[in-house]
């Protein structure tokens, strides 16, 4: 079954840190980039960027540099996206997608459920 | 930054056509994208490359682009179709997402 499989949801303390997976199966993993999505309680669509399965190059949207790390393991065909020094606005839902299509004209034909992540003290 | 422009929200009776609008400068020389978001679930592509529908997606979802707008269309709209609704396009190697449109079937 073609799908990316997200981790559970996570509630932090501000400044911590949290690691989010993205588990794709039922396709050839490194042949399609995955790009990241984050969605703020009752708000619309951020692109945060994407990364390059095949090469493990990342490329962060400009709102979502330094803090917002993109990462591989390809043997488990896992993607994840770490998020340092997190603040209140971080809280979201964060969705990875497959991005399919050509060069810098991907589109989303495969999104993962979304992972929610709550930061509170 | 490119920006892409919809409607906050679009009102359709059963059975009639809606019509949800994406706007952008020069959107027309690139590709559109819409997803639907149904309350709580993932986003899902409806129309790829102005006006592909995925398969699976229903006849009655069309699209359309030139100039300065993007256009989604639903014909015969049913109460199943209420959701949100993203159009999405890519400018300088990053993707943009329209703010949004939420349609309401009464």
């Known amino acids: 079954q073609v799908q990316l499989v997200q981790s559970g949801s996570e509630l932090k303390e501000p400044g911590a840190s949290v690691k989010l997976s993205c588990k794709a199966s039922?396709?050839?993993?490194?042949?399609?980039?995955i790009h990241w999505v984050r969605q703020a309680p009752g708000q619309g669509l951020e692109w945060m960027g994407w990364?390059?399965?095949?090469?493990?190059?990342?490329t962060s949207a400009q709102d979502f540099t330094g803090r917002f790390v993109f990462s591989l393991d390809i043997s488990v065909s896992t993607a994840y996206l770490q998020i340092t020094s997190l603040e209140a606005e971080d809280t979201a839902v964060y969705y990875c997608?497959?991005?399919?299509?050509?060069?810098?004209?991907?589109?989303?034909?495969?999104w993962g459920r979304g992972t929610l992540v709550t930061v509170s003290s | 930054s490119y920006e892409l422009t919809q409607p906050p929200s679009v009102s359709v009776s059963p059975g009639q056509t809606a019509t949800i609008t994406c706007s952008g400068d020069?959107?027309?020389?690139?590709?559109a994208y819409w997803y639907q978001q149904e309350p709580g679930q993932s986003p899902v592509l409806v129309i790829y490359?102005?006006?592909k529908r995925p398969s699976g997606i229903p006849e009655r979802f069309s699209g359309s682009n030139s100039g300065n707008r993007a256009t989604l269309t639903i014909r015969g709209t049913q109460a199943m179709d209420e959701a949100d609704y993203y159009c999405?396009?890519?400018?300088?190697?990053?993707?943009?997402f329209g703010g949004g449109t939420k349609l309401t079937v009464l």
């Open positions: 039922g396709y050839t993993f490194v042949n399609l980039g």
């Open positions: 990364i390059n399965t095949n090469t493990g190059n990342p």
């Open positions: 020069k959107l027309g020389d690139k590709n």
């Open positions: 999405q396009a890519w400018d300088r190697s990053t993707v943009v």
């Open positions: 490359q102005d006006n």
């Open positions: 997608a497959r991005g399919y299509g050509s060069w810098n004209n991907w589109y989303f034909d495969l």
